[in-house]
């Protein structure tokens, strides 16, 4: 998720759409449908599970392959898939979700990043993921923390949100806090919107904002944390598409040591779009560089 910013509150004024942080507040349905099915309702028909566990012993869940296949299963049956991904349950959208489609047909996908998090995130330990996405960050790691952990996963957009709402209901699980807010440099609102038909690529509007844009409520990383009562913070992954420093140098600076996580997880693919070189920013306080993906660079604080 990138975040662009809106004209933002006071200083410390609350937000003005302050109301839907957790999804005790939100309205939306789970699965953005009037009446959600229940999970196991839009399982793979033989011919999709088929296709799907061809995928995933094969070169094909690459993701030059996905949007092909996505394509393909599509038309067996048009709709979601509910499926069992990294020990937890999803309804993937794949039809236009790089993300969905990527955990659908990749059972490996982003697991050196998941695998890191792990490593770096102990039994009722604390996780933070800043742009949840559909949480395939944020179940996966649910597990690892157990019930006496906490997961604290930070969705902006209410069509993500409700998607995330409804893989968590469906998992079980209740360690996890869900904060329908984008985490931001301070506390307000921000507009978001949609490039093309990937959902999981919306990002903040700087500048003009298309028809397309929508105002969801911004609160600065700090503040979600003491909310959800965090007082240290294991690991922190952040996909936030190039808004990444306005969230991270701010919290730093501000924030109390105790609460600089152990580890992150940042994507890099979007750093053109920095304002602050925020990884140089974590190195001057003490991280370490310790690998480096296609898309992510981990960290660690010595």
Not at 4 to 10: D, Q, T
Not at 29 to 51: E, M
Not at 198 to 209: D, F, K, R, T, Y
Request: hydrophobic share 40%; net charge neutral; aromatic share 8%.
């Amino acid at each position: 998720m990138t975040y662009k910013p809106a004209k933002p509150l006071e200083p410390h004024a609350k937000p003005a759409m302050h109301a839907p942080l957790s999804t005790e507040d939100i309205s939306l349905k789970p699965d953005n449908d009037p009446a959600p099915a229940p999970f196991g309702a839009f399982a793979p028909s033989a011919a999709q599970a088929a296709i799907i566990a061809l995928a995933h012993r094969s070169r094909l869940k690459r993701g030059a392959f996905r949007p092909m296949l996505s394509r393909l299963v599509n038309l067996l049956r048009a709709g979601p898939l509910d499926v069992h991904y990294q020990g937890a349950s999803f309804r993937f959208y794949h039809q236009a979700s790089a993300t969905e489609r990527g955990a659908l047909f990749n059972p490996d996908y982003n697991v050196e990043e998941l695998d890191f998090l792990r490593a770096h995130t102990p039994a009722g330990g604390v996780f933070v993921d800043v742009g949840a996405n559909v949480g395939t960050y944020a179940l996966a790691l649910a597990r690892q923390v157990g019930a006496a952990g906490k997961v604290i996963a930070i969705e902006p957009h209410p069509v993500t949100h409700a998607r995330l709402a409804f893989n968590n209901a469906a998992s079980g699980y209740t360690q996890i806090r869900l904060f329908a807010a984008a985490a931001g440099p301070a506390d307000g609102e921000l507009m978001i919107e949609t490039d093309g038909d990937n959902l999981g690529a919306s990002h903040i509007v700087s500048g003009q904002s298309s028809n397309k844009a929508i105002r969801v409520p911004s609160l600065r990383l700090q503040r979600i944390l003491d909310e959800a009562g965090a007082s240290h913070v294991d690991a922190l992954k952040i996909d936030v598409e190039g808004f990444e420093d306005r969230v991270l140098t701010g919290f730093f600076k501000e924030a109390p040591q105790a609460l600089w996580p152990r580890a992150v997880v940042i994507e890099h693919l979007s750093s053109k779009e920095w304002q602050n070189d925020c990884i140089a920013d974590m190195r001057a306080r003490g991280y370490a560089e310790t690998g480096r993906t296609r898309s992510n660079t981990l960290l660690v604080r010595g």
